[in-house]
């Protein structure tokens, strides 16, 4: 698929693990001609693991996109209403976050983010990273 010019909501959730592989596809993609939008979980924008700090992560993916980081509910609602997206991927999604969407379950800034995207019933990808 090509990305110039499309406007690519990157949702990152709590597998923490995969982030190192995951960040660097945003650079990737925008190094294509795409706008990345970041958005994160409330987990994955707040919690330090033995994989990173999360203020690490944050200003290393605000610094790749140039975009403050989508981190709230009220900030991931506007997403589909406003037509911010063309694509929405997650990337990692944790399986916590693959459940409350297959059940439509939004209570966080990721699951809403992709519930809001969908109301404009365009292309939805939910991405695996291989290690």
Known sequence: MEVKN???GFVLTGSFCTFRKTIPKMKELIEKGAEVIPVMSYNSYSMDTKFGKAKDF???IENI???KIIHTIQEAEPIGPKKMTDIMIVAPCSGNT???LAC???DTPATMAVKS???NRIS???CTINQ
């Open 58 to 60: 944050i200003e290393e």
């Open 124 to 126: 939805s990808c939910n």
């Open 98 to 100: 693959m459940s409350k």
């Open 65 to 67: 996109t140039g975009k």
């Open 117 to 119: 995207h969908l109301r």
């Open 6 to 8: 499309k406007k690519i």
């Open 104 to 106: 439509d379950i939004i």
